[in-house]
């Protein structure tokens, strides 16, 4: 393992030498000797002719906007997994990095909102009066949203939440938050996900959102399109209308935001209103990010193994859906698709 890797983790070269592995601070030796190479990112182009044909890598691979990456890999002779490809079914729920860490973001999102909003989440009654609960609007019922919608209950907020996706109404609700009813007809996607919305259905939601974003403290916003840009949900005009203090956190922010003046990476104040545009969120909370991160990647790794080998078994679902490259070709349709969707449409 590369020296110094899980330093902003918390974790020292030591403890990865106590648990038996060899530690290396040089980089380019470590490319080019490994077998199996397990990491966040996807590899940068310049490493890939440092690894040896038929080295199987496990990361993100974003071929929506890595498609030189995903060519120089298949021209190399690497056989690359990319967790964003995985299926989305129970088999393969341990392996789902998207979830896990999407999940700490939804949590962490609810805390920065809690703690730049000028206000308590819980109603209180105290001697001095009583201040009634925060109002926080979940934009995107997903896996972090309704680990956000969660966080936030369990702060004591009042929460209503929407999703283009009706199959998430119960579980909004059982979260202890109301589900936002807007008339409209979202086209249905594949395999549980959203599907890019047209343009009409979009500026007909901010319509009907527009007066639910006025009435909240909170809005936080976690709706995204895999592979694709996403969609402004909320605009200058809605922020405007929110009361001073309050607060928006744009978890969509790494693929253009939901909000339209999110500025990624920044915290930025629009009269008197907080628009947080922090990306990788999940960074924020590293040791359990990487705990559970290298959990995933680690059931995986077991799942593609076989006597100390990996095995590419392209009957097998997870492998299939997975598997980007693999003897010198490109082997995944889902992943062409995103290769070849227009940059100014894909997530950057
Ligand atoms: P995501 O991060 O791609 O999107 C977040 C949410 O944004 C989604 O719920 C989506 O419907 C919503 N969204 C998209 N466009 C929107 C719009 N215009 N307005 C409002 N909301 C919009 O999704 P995700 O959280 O990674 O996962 C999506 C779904 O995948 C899950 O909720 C679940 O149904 C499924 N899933 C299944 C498993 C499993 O069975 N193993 C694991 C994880 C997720």
Known sequence: MLSGAGAAAGFCDDAYRDAGAVVEPDRKYLLSATDVLL????????????????????SFLQPATHAATVEALAARGVTSFSLELLPRISRA????????????????????????????????????????????????????????????????????AYDVRPAVKEEVRSLGASFLELELEAQEGQGGYAREQSGEFLARQRELLMGRVGAADVVITTAAVPGRRAPVL????????????????????????????TQPGRVIEVDGVWVDGTTNVPSTVPLHASQLYSRNVTNLLEHLTNDGTVRVDFEDEITSGACVTHGGEIVNDRARQLMEVPQEAAAP
């Open 39 to 58: 990491a966040v990112q996807p590899p940068r182009v310049e490493d890939v002719g440092l690894l040896k044909p038929g080295t199987v890598t496990i």
């Open 93 to 160: 729920q341990g392996m789902d990095a998207l979830s896990s860490q999407a999940s700490l973001a939804g949590y962490k999102a609810v805390l920065m909102a809690a703690n730049r909003l000028g206000k308590f989440f819980p109603m209180l009654m105290t001697a001095a009066g009583t201040i009634p609960p925060a109002r926080v609007l979940v934009l995107g019922a997903g896996v972090a949203g309704l680990q956000a919608i969660a966080t936030a209950r369990r702060l004591g907020a009042v929460i209503e």
């Open 234 to 261: 909320v605009t200058a005009p809605m922020v405007k209308g929110m009361r001073r203090g309050s607060v928006v956190v744009d978890l969509a922010a790494e693929t253009g935001g939901n909000c339209e003046l």
